[in-house]
Nanobody, 119 residues
Framework: QVQLVESGGASVQAGGSLRLSCAAS????????MGWYRRAPQRERELVAT???????NYADSVKGRFTISRDNAKNTVFLQMNTLKPEDTDVYSC?????????????WGQGTQVTVSS
């Protein structure tokens, strides 16, 4: 079983920055995609950004130019640098990873970390 633990969520003023981190642990053979999703109450989960093991990134249009995703493959960790935060970025941000664990494919989610942006 692969566990994901996020950190870095906080309350900030609009225009501020935050950096989220997510570390994967457990019996990991390889991780393919790592990423961040967000979901406020009463809304569906929304992709924020993903990154492959080779460094190919994908962003939601709403965060392009403001957020940057990166990863440390050696430490099985993914980061999300969030700049120029807006009140509409307020949400619970969850980490995602998929890959192989032993002879099995895994898809894991973190518990989520709250980001609150006030105007």
């Amino acid at each position: 079983q692969v566990q994901l633990v996020e950190s870095g969520g906080a309350s900030v003023q609009a225009g501020g920055s935050l950096r989220l981190s997510c570390a994967a642990s457990g019996r990991i053979f390889s991780i393919n995609v790592m990423g961040w999703y967000r979901r406020a109450p009463q809304r569906e989960r929304e992709l924020v950004a993903t990154i492959t093991s080779g460094g190919v990134t994908n962003y939601a249009d709403s965060v392009k130019g403001r957020f940057t995703i990166s990863r440390d493959n050696a430490k099985n960790t993914v980061f999300l640098q969030m700049n120029t935060l807006k009140p509409e970025d307020t949400d619970v941000y969850s980490c995602y990873a998929d890959g192989t664990s032993g002879f099995r494919i895994f898809r894991s989610w973190g518990q989520g970390t709250q980001v609150t942006v006030s105007s």
